[in-house]
C-alpha cells in the first residue's frame, strides 16, 4: 500500500508543479522517476512517452499508467493515474471558480503571456534533451528532419507520421540486419 500511495503522491507532485502539458512535465518526470525512484529508465520514459503520444489521451496520464503499472500492476496504474490527474482536476475547479471574474485584467493577461514563454522554454529544454537520447545517427537526423516538414509545411497527420516512422524504423533496422548477417558492415 505505502508504494501505492507513493505513486499517487509522486505523480499529483508532478502534476501540481508542472504547468504546459507532457512535455513540459518531462525534465521534472525524469528526475522523480528515473533518477530518484528508479522505477525506470530513461530509455523506457521515452518509450512510454512515444507510446504515451500515439494513444489517445494525455501523454502525462498515459505514461504514468505504464510507469504505475510497471511497479503495481492495475492497481499501480490506477494510482499513478489518479494523482496525475488529480492536481489538474483541483486547479481547473479553482481557476474556474476564480478566473472567470478576473479574466480581462491587464496583469491576469501578463501573468498568462509570461506562463507562454516559460512553458515555451521548458518544452524547448524537453525536445533537445529527447533529442540527444534519440536522434543517434544519420537514419534519426533524416527522419526528424523530414518528419518535421511533412508535419510543419505539409500539415500531415501526426498519427501518420509516428506510424511512417514506426514502419520505416523497423525496415531500416531489418535492413541493416541483413546487411550484417550477410558479412557486410554497415
Known amino acids: 500500500m505505502k508504494t501505492l500511495w507513493g505513486l499517487f503522491l509522486i505523480f499529483a507532485r508532478i502534476g501540481a508543479f508542472t504547468f504546459g502539458g ?4 518531462l525534465p521534472m518526470l525524469q528526475r522523480e522517476v528515473v533518477e530518484s525512484r528508479k522505477w525506470a529508465t ?5 518509450d512510454y512517452f512515444a507510446i504515451g503520444q500515439c494513444t489517445p489521451g494525455i501523454i502525462f496520464v498515459n505514461t504514468a499508467t505504464f510507469i504505475g503499472y510497471k511497479q ?3 492497481l499501480g496504474a490506477i494510482f499513478a493515474t489518479a494523482g496525475s ?19 480581462e485584467l491587464a496583469v491576469v493577461q501578463y501573468a498568462f503571456g509570461g506562463i507562454r514563454v516559460v512553458v515555451g ?3 524547448l529544454n524537453a525536445i533537445l534533451g529527447m ?37 520505416l524504423g523497423v525496415a531500416v533496422q531489418t535492413f541493416r ?8 558492415k554497415q
Not at 507532457?22 to 512535465?25: L, Q, S
Not at 537520447?133 to 533524416?142: A, L, N, P
Not at 540486419?177 to 557486410?184: M, P
Open 22 to 25: 507532457g512535455y513540459a512535465m
Open 85 to 103: 490527474i488529480f492536481p489538474s482536476l483541483v486547479i481547473i475547479v479553482v481557476i474556474v471558480a476564480v478566473l472567470t471574474n478576473f479574466a
Open 42 to 46: 530513461e530509455d523506457e520514459v521515452l
Open 72 to 74: 503495481k500492476g492495475v
Open 177 to 184: 540486419a541483413s546487411k550484417t548477417k550477410g558479412g557486410v
Open 131 to 167: 533529442w540527444k537520447k534519440s536522434i543517434v545517427d544519420k537514419f534519426g537526423v533524416c527522419l526528424a528532419l523530414v518528419s518535421f516538414l511533412l508535419s510543419a509545411v505539409f500539415d500531415v497527420s501526426p498519427i501518420l507520421l509516428v506510424v511512417g516512422a514506426g514502419v
Open 121 to 123: 522554454v521548458l518544452i
